[in-house]
């Protein structure tokens, strides 16, 4: 790989995690339960707040910006969902609010932890101990695999006169999405899912295979690894690229110091650690986290 990630095709060495981890639905279903203290970092939500400037086709335009759960509470407050498929649903109900002026509060991204706030969390991992050679779970669908299905809306200025012109220039955008898809997935990375020489978390056959990722910890402190990642990164679609769905230091094998989790299903990552490096995250500014025990539900 050209990129900072090498391709771990022997994924024996990360088996103990799956002997470890339980398969109840606790937190101990995504970090090992040998860590002495656990934290849920929450995800940052989103408040969109209008320009005042339409676009061309007269849609409204909006400022973005990160905001705390805390935030979001004191602006929509907390309202429990019926059916709660990610902890903000289960603290805010819907995933979009609207407030008054015509700003909007959105629920944040599912499945894998955003770039900064990773970049935020490996800061912390590495001032409390240390840089060290990691292994990165990233799991194999939501995009990494280009071959699955796609759907999108395609617009034009001049638009085609009949059917059958409309159906070429769908396929032709389609045809180069996936080509476009295809090459921002390094090759090493294809021919592992290919091979399957992907990790089960946490058992094998629940669709949740891993590919294994070797780099050091300090990888993650900068948010330009993943522009050479090979990971699914695309400077027209920045927002695509994939982050690792486990994390761990290699050594000591099968005895990490730490361990991250983000479920490819939820807005939350969960932290195994010492109790220093929790209480770090706990009252650290940028990263708004939560004390969980590894009994405890994800949900």
Do not use: K
Not at 193 to 202: A, I, K, N, S
Request: net charge negative.
């Amino acid at each position: 790989m050209a990129g900072p990630l090498r391709v771990e095709s022997d994924v024996s060495s990360a088996r103990w995690v799956q002997e470890a981890l339980h398969n109840d639905g606790t937190v101990a279903t995504l970090v090992p339960p040998i860590f002495d203290a656990y934290a849920r970092v929450l995800h940052p939500a989103t408040l969109e707040t209008p320009t005042g400037t339409p676009d061309r086709w007269g849609n409204v335009q909006y400022d973005a910006r990160e905001i705390s759960w805390a935030d979001a509470d004191a602006l929509i407050g907390g309202r429990v969902g019926d059916d709660s498929w990610t902890a903000w649903q289960q603290r805010f109900g819907d995933d979009h609010h609207e407030l008054r002026g015509g700003r909007r509060v959105l629920a944040p991204h599912v499945g894998d932890i955003p770039i900064g706030l990773l970049a935020d969390l490996a800061s912390v991992l590495r001032d409390e101990h240390g840089d060290a050679e990691v292994l990165a779970g990233v799991w194999e669908g939501n995009g990494l695999d280009p071959t699955g299905s796609s759907w999108f809306m395609i617009w034009s200025d001049d638009e085609p006169a009949t059917a059958a012109e409309r159906e070429e220039l769908q396929r032709t955008a389609q045809r180069r999405h996936r080509e476009e898809q295809v090459a921002a997935i390094d090759p090493q990375v294809a021919a592992a899912l290919q091979r399957q020489h992907v990790l089960g978390l946490p058992r094998e056959q629940q669709a949740r295979g891993h590919v294994l990722l070797r780099t050091e910890l300090i990888t993650f402190t900068d948010p330009r690894w993943e522009r050479e990642a090979g990971l699914g990164w695309r400077a027209d679609w920045p927002y695509q690229g994939r982050t690792p769905n486990a994390l761990w230091p290699t050594e000591p094998a099968g005895a990490p110091a730490w361990f991250v989790a983000t479920d490819m299903d939820l807005d939350i990552t969960h932290v195994g650690g010492s109790a220093h490096l929790i209480g770090r995250l706990l009252g650290h500014p940028a990263i708004e986290a939560e004390r969980v025990r590894a009994t405890d539900p994800v949900l």
